[in-house]
């Protein structure tokens, strides 16, 4: 999961400590953290929170969980990829 996200141009990644959900930097995609989830969601059917849920640090960022089958798990992936290579 981290490393397809850190793969995605303008998308940085952490790895995550004890937890099911990754917290993507987004900033360089250009949007905020809303756009991006709107993008996602409207264009790409896939579900992520805007980081801004979680205060004020969290613009420029979403989350995502992870805690799917690794086939769900794969095709919201390779959305999120298309989603990003078509800004």
Known sequence: MVAALNALP???CPTPE???????????????????????IDHYSVGVVAGTAFGSLGEGHVRITYALPD???????????RAVNDL
């Open 71 to 81: 086939d769900l798990l794969g095709a919201g992936l390779e959305r999120i990829s």
């Open 18 to 40: 004890g937890s099911f959900y990754v917290f993507p930097d987004i900033r360089g995609t250009g949007m905020t953290a809303q756009q991006f989830t709107d993008h996602l």
């Open 10 to 12: 303008g998308v940085t």
